[in-house]
């Protein structure tokens, strides 16, 4: 039964062979571990898209 | 046999895990399925589908439970039999009755897991709405998968399981995709099944060992002593050689539980186990896996419709899966890898006359597994480069509030690195574009080129809306991409362009301006010297790159740059516009001036009163993208998330300028460790109070407020000790929001220990401030 309880995840192993990797090489798998991480964050992942200072005075 | 199901072990206590089974049946007949194909035989006798007055019962059970521990968060899996066997309006009903009360007392998880077969974008579209998670059941390549999943008349289910996941993986569905469930067979090769789930793409996988117990050992063919090891053993060297591609739940398990963290799952480790199931017609029972033991094994004699979870918490059978390593038997408690196994999945301990009080069964594969996963670990990690975990002090260095070059450099490769994986999804997601190709061609012969036009910050905003989006009319900015590559590469290209209202951007190199603001394909020629933009009606726009001078339809990029500092300033790329805020238009000569002259006063401020700031920001802000400015005459500055290495600002003096560049790029440094590492729990909801905001901020918010207004604290800190007259009351005012607000943080429970680590880390950096 699948009841997973996530544990952290971080993006350094797979950027690290992206890095290396000409851009038409790049596999979809690896591409598609930053997507989720990068992109998909608006529903399920909650990030902040933009930090904004606006003064009070 | 265990003592009877009823037996009660003490004390209630809270269960946070919820598996229901909304539909009793299944449209498979798997045959290694323990729903069906096992010793308990009970699904005969139960509801075919959960009614939506059980449901509601059942979500009413939780709910109370949740209220009465105060627990933060519960799960909720939504389970069969097939779930899907509920039409769309079934399922949008029964989820409907599920989260209502639940959600009006705590938070809610829901995933559900799903053999995929009948998965449309009806379904997608119910469970997007209700913010649901899909695992599907995959166990590899076709033969693999076939060799199990088939449907009753003997057919297999490898094609519309393969569709259901094509269609999980289009933009609009994407969010739900939560990994893929694959049950071993030894029989099958372990290369093509790795292979075979790997080209789904799935965010995580979960092996699953075959449901066993000692009256049923599992397969073990050739005499080979332990061969679930060796199988699973392939897949992780693989898996590590290829940069963990994806996650494994079990060896991402086994490598935290080997560091002393939780292995996350109930197949392995010592994690406490607080899930109860809720059958169709409302009974409580044990997890599943249990059926695979004795007829009747899962069965607890308490129904939702007259029993609360607290009542089922207090049960031996589910209370002893509390204990961890205490409720194993003496065998593995005395076994030196007790705390990664923990004795396998329960069920698998299963022995007549001895009940669950035994190894696992596959207590000689999971002993070699760990010793061989550990041992392979430790030798990938010993060969790897650094870079592959990051240095060591990258936290450190951004938690004390500045970075160094090093760092920043780091950190900026990173950023770079998620660049070209997200321009490269985009081709994978709209399809291969003359730009593309022309890109890439030139990477070849000029590596250098390419990588220094993809620097530029924008091209991640543009890439991240392309991938939101399943729009791919904005491809052709690659063409863009690719021509600025050309002119630094002097090498002649043609390929296709968008004009976007009346601009194309050559990002690093310039912005041609077509004479209307209007938006339409176009074609670009870069050869050495010269630019030809040639539009619609066959009008053609020159450009003379010999010339360095600007013209109406062209402006060449604008640097400024001093002692050390260099910045571009943006003010074409339609891809800048993801600041919050509208971006200024193009630039005259005199609005450059001032920005030329408040950036130059600003530097030398940073470098004289803020030095230990100094580095991070010469190394890592690249780009100034000028904002319209505020009618009201306020500061406005922001960064954006999707747009590491600039900063965008309405017009302002060198003093202010100086604050905003400082406050600004704390938030691209975190913004950028947070792409990275996990510190706080991405699915907490926790509302944070801080005295910047009046409204209360989420976690990544409250997090990135801190540490940008720690910084702006520290600014007046310094400037009190110059003798500033304004600065003692506004270090006041920022260092008690600081720290006011890194209590709060450390009060929500939801930072990672990395982020706890990170906060500690910031907080003594502030501490030391009063002394
Ligand atoms: S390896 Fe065997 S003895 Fe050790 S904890 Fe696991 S099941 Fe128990």
Redesign the interface.
């Given at each position: 039964?699948?009841?997973?309880?996530?544990?952290?995840?971080?993006?350094?192993?797979?950027?690290?062979?992206?890095?290396e990797?000409?851009?038409?090489e790049?596999?979809?798998?690896?591409?598609?571990?930053?997507?989720?991480?990068?992109?998909?964050?608006?529903?399920?992942?909650?990030?902040?898209?933009?930090?904004?200072?606006?003064?009070?005075? | 046999m265990p003592g009877p199901a009823g037996d009660e072990a003490g004390g209630a206590h809270p269960l946070s895990q919820f598996v229901m089974k909304v539909h009793g049946r299944c449209d498979l007949k798997c045959d290694h399925c323990y729903v069906y194909e096992h010793a308990d035989q009970s699904w005969m006798i139960k509801a075919r589908a959960m009614s939506k007055d059980v449901a509601r019962a059942a979500a009413r059970r939780v709910a109370e439970h949740a209220a009465r521990w105060r627990l933060p968060l519960v799960r909720v899996v939504v389970h069969g039999g097939e779930p899907l066997l509920l039409r769309p309006a079934g399922l949008d009903e029964l989820i409907t009755e599920i989260r209502t009360p639940i959600e009006a007392v705590t938070r809610l998880s829901l995933t559900m897991q799903t053999n995929g077969v009948r998965f449309s974008p009806a379904f997608g579209d119910v469970l997007k709405r209700h913010r649901v998670r899909v695992g599907v059941s995959l166990d590899g390549d076709r033969e693999a998968n076939d060799r199990h999943r088939r449907f009753a008349n003997g057919s297999g289910s490898f094609d519309q399981v393969r569709a259901a996941l094509a269609l999980l993986r289009t933009p609009a569905y994407r969010d739900l995709y939560a990994g893929l469930l694959c049950t071993i067979d030894v029989r099958n090769s372990p290369e093509r099944v790795y292979e075979a789930l790997l080209a789904e793409q799935p965010p995580a996988v979960d092996f699953l060992l075959p449901h066993a117990t000692w009256d049923n050992p599992p397969l073990r063919p050739d005499g080979d002593a332990t061969p679930y090891a060796s199988w699973l053993s392939v897949i992780h060297r693989r898996w590590l050689a290829d940069g963990r591609p994806m996650r494994i739940r079990l060896f991402d398990g086994l490598h935290s539980t080997a560091r002393g963290g939780p292995s996350g799952s109930e197949q392995l480790g010592a994690d406490t186990v607080d899930m109860v199931v809720i059958e169709t017609g409302g009974e409580y029972e044990q997890a599943d896996s249990v059926k695979t033991a004795y007829d009747g094994a899962p069965a607890t004699g308490l129904s939702v419709l007259t029993h609360s979870v607290d009542e089922v918490s207090r049960l031996r059978p589910i209370a002893v899966r509390q204990r961890g390593v205490a409720g194993l038997s003496a065998v593995c408690r005395s076994c030196p890898v007790v705390q990664q196994c923990a004795g396998g999945l329960y069920a698998h301990r299963f022995r007549s006359g001895h009940g669950f009080d035994s190894p696992s069964v596959y207590c000689a594969d999971l002993r070699v597994l760990i010793d061989r996963t550990n041992e392979e670990t430790r030798m990938h990690e010993a060969d790897a480069k650094p870079e592959e975990t990051g240095p060591a002090d990258v936290i450190d260095q951004i938690a004390s509030g500045f970075g160094d070059e090093a760092t920043i450099g780091w950190l900026t490769e990173q950023e770079r690195s998620v660049t070209r994986a997200l321009v490269a999804a985009t081709v994978e997601q709209h399809g291969e574009t003359t730009g593309w190709l022309t890109l890439t061609a030139l990477e070849q012969g000029h590596a250098g080129a390419v990588r220094h036009v993809l620097a530029h910050p924008y091209v991640r905003a543009w890439a991240v809306g392309m991938l939101r989006t399943g729009d791919h009319e904005g491809m052709p900015y690659l063409g863009g991409l690719a021509a600025a590559a050309a002119v630094h590469a002097s090498v002649p290209v043609e390929t296709d362009v968008r004009i976007e209202r009346g601009v194309v951007t050559l990002p690093t190199v310039g912005t041609l301006y077509w004479p209307e603001p209007i938006t339409a394909a176009a074609r670009i020629a870069a050869e050495p010297g010269e630019l030809r933009l040639t539009g619609p009606d066959g009008v053609v726009l020159t450009v003379d790159l010999s010339q360095p001078g600007a013209a109406a339809h062209w402006q060449p990029a604008r640097h400024i740059a001093r002692d050390g500092w260099s910045v571009r300033i943006e003010d074409g790329d339609p891809a800048r516009d993801c600041h919050g805020w509208t971006p200024a238009q193009r630039l005259d000569d005199h609005a450059v001036g001032h920005w030329r002259d408040s950036l130059a006063a600003a530097w030398r401020l940073i470098d004289t009163e803020l030095p230990e700031y100094a580095p991070a920001l010469r190394a890592g802000l690249k780009v100034i993208m000028p904002l319209e400015p505020d009618p009201a005459g306020r500061q406005r500055a922001s960064t954006a998330m999707d747009a590491f290495g600039s900063l965008s600002a309405a017009p302002v003096g060198p003093a202010e300028l100086a604050v905003l560049l400082v406050h600004e790029f704390q938030h691209a440094k975190l913004g950028a460790l947070l792409d990275l590492y996990d510190l706080h729990d991405p699915d907490s909801d926790a509302r944070i109070t801080v005295g910047w905001k009046t409204e209360s901020r989420p976690v990544e918010a409250a997090l990135q407020g801190v540490y940008a207004h720690a910084a702006v604290a520290d600014v007046w800190r310094r400037r009190a000790a110059r003798d500033d007259p304004r600065a003692p009351e506004l270090y006041a005012m920022y260092h008690r929001w600081t720290v006011d607000a890194i209590a709060a943080l450390r009060e929500t429970g939801a930072l990672t220990p990395l982020g706890d680590d990170f906060v500690g880390r910031m907080a003594a950096t502030v501490a030391s401030w009063d002394s």
């Open positions: 039964m699948n009841t997973e309880v996530a544990t952290p995840d971080n993006l350094v192993g797979p950027l690290a062979v992206i890095n990797t000409p851009l038409r790049i596999r979809a798998e690896h591409a598609s571990r930053v997507v989720r991480r990068i992109v998909d964050k608006e529903s399920l992942l909650k990030r902040l898209d933009v930090a904004a200072f606006q003064s009070a005075h | -």
